[in-house]
């Protein structure tokens, strides 16, 4: 059975960090681009941050300079380091491959619930 499971949210004032990990199982996904999403309450899912099979990263804009997305192929583990947050940070974190390039991916999980007090 392939799995993404997504960990480490929680409850942080704003300013604080977080670093979220994403644990694959079931198949290797080194190969393939993958991606944090967040869908805050009441609005659409969105992409946060991307990062390519070797490493190349891209954020939102609204994360840009305090987020960092990374992996580690051998673990078949992807993470999302953020730092500085803010109230509007706040929603439910899902990782999966970059539907960009892979529209059909569907290995959506359980997600990991950020929550960002002022």
């Known amino acids: 059975q392939v799995q993404l499971v997504e960990s480490g949210g929680g409850l942080v004032q704003a300013g604080g960090s977080l670093r979220l990990s994403c644990a694959a199982s079931?198949?290797?996904?080194?190969?393939?681009?993958m991606a944090w999403y967040r869908q805050a309450p009441g609005k659409q899912r969105e992409l946060v941050a991307s990062i390519s099979s070797g490493g190349i990263t891209n954020y939102a804009d609204s994360v840009k300079g305090r987020f960092t997305i990374s992996r580690n192929n051998a673990k078949n583990t992807m993470y999302l380091q953020m730092n500085s947050l803010k109230p509007e940070d706040t929603a439910m974190y899902y990782c999966n491959l970059d539907r960009r390039l892979y529209p059909a991916a569907d290995y959506w999980g359980q997600g990991t619930l950020v929550t960002v007090s002022s």
């Open positions: 079931g198949r290797n996904f080194s190969p393939n681009a």
